[in-house]
């Protein structure tokens, strides 16, 4: 039996490929202005909110390496061929993503170990 023809049309590809494009911008232009505004924060902290900056910059950085990884998987997708190549893709990204945030929970449970720890013996 052979598997049915899937063919995208190419201007339903270019649509979707600079749909990705926009919204990657678009992202890239929030979390440009959440930095900024994670910058501005008062450098007169006490060390409290100071580790809660700590933890709070590694929760942005890990949901921008996942988001941009998401926007680049989907270009790919808008690429894709025929169902064989979307498939392997589509593996492909969730091993990623899986080993990807397994470590990325390792290092952030490290973070809010020894950040915890510093904040209660300077109390």
Do not use: C, H, W
């Not at 952030?108 to 013996?121: H, L």
């Amino acid at each position: 039996m052979t598997t049915p023809s899937y063919e995208i049309p190419t201007e339903m590809r270019d649509f979707a490929e600079k749909s990705v494009d926009q919204a990657r911008k678009a992202f890239e232009s929030f979390i440009g202005a959440a930095q900024k505004a994670m910058g501005q924060a008062d450098t007169a902290t006490n060390t409290v909110q100071g580790s809660a900056r700590v933890i709070g910059d590694k929760a942005v950085t890990f949901a921008e390496q996942n988001v941009r990884s998401a926007f680049d998987y989907a270009s790919k997708v808008v690429r894709v061929t025929d169902m064989q190549e979307l498939m392997a893709l589509q593996s492909d990204y969730v091993k990623s993503q899986i080993a990807t945030l397994q470590e990325q929970a390792k290092d952030f449970g490290s973070t809010m170990q020894s950040t915890i720890a510093s904040t209660f013996n300077k109390s």
